[in-house]
């Protein structure tokens, strides 16, 4: 196994979602897998503000998990369109899998289920 020194490092930080944001979550009209209720962040380590993790994804929205030492919350954004050439329906792994405005470098990568990278 070989470690590309170009990978992106990924900020450690994790949250357990309570059970307000799971009911929230679970109740999105999805088909996607179940919600996961303790997250990690996505973003690259050291990134600034708040920590970050995918939720749930409906259609083109996803529902990010954002918090803090002392908050959380739960925020809808779309993809970064970083990389992006074609439409949402098409992404591949060469599109960035983080959401729009995010802090840090991209992260591309295929994502295998809600809230976690492939």
């Keep these: 196994m070989s470690i590309h020194v170009e990978e992106l490092a990924i900020c450690p930080a994790r949250i357990t979602l309570d059970t307000a944001q799971l009911a929230f979550l679970d109740g999105l009209p999805t088909e996607a897998p179940s919600v ?36 959380s919350e739960i925020n809808a954004y779309t993809w970064c369109p970083s990389g992006r050439t074609v439409p949402f329906e ?22 295998s289920r809600a809230g976690k990278a492939a």
């Design 90 to 111: 098409s992404r591949d792994d060469k599109d960035c899998s983080l959401f729009d405005g995010h802090p840090g470098r991209h992260a591309p990568g295929i994502r």
């Design 36 to 71: 996961q209720s303790e997250l990690r962040c996505e973003l690259e380590l050291g990134h600034e503000g708040s920590h970050a993790a995918l939720g749930q994804q409906v259609e083109a929205t996803m529902w990010w998990v954002q918090w803090t030492l002392s908050a």
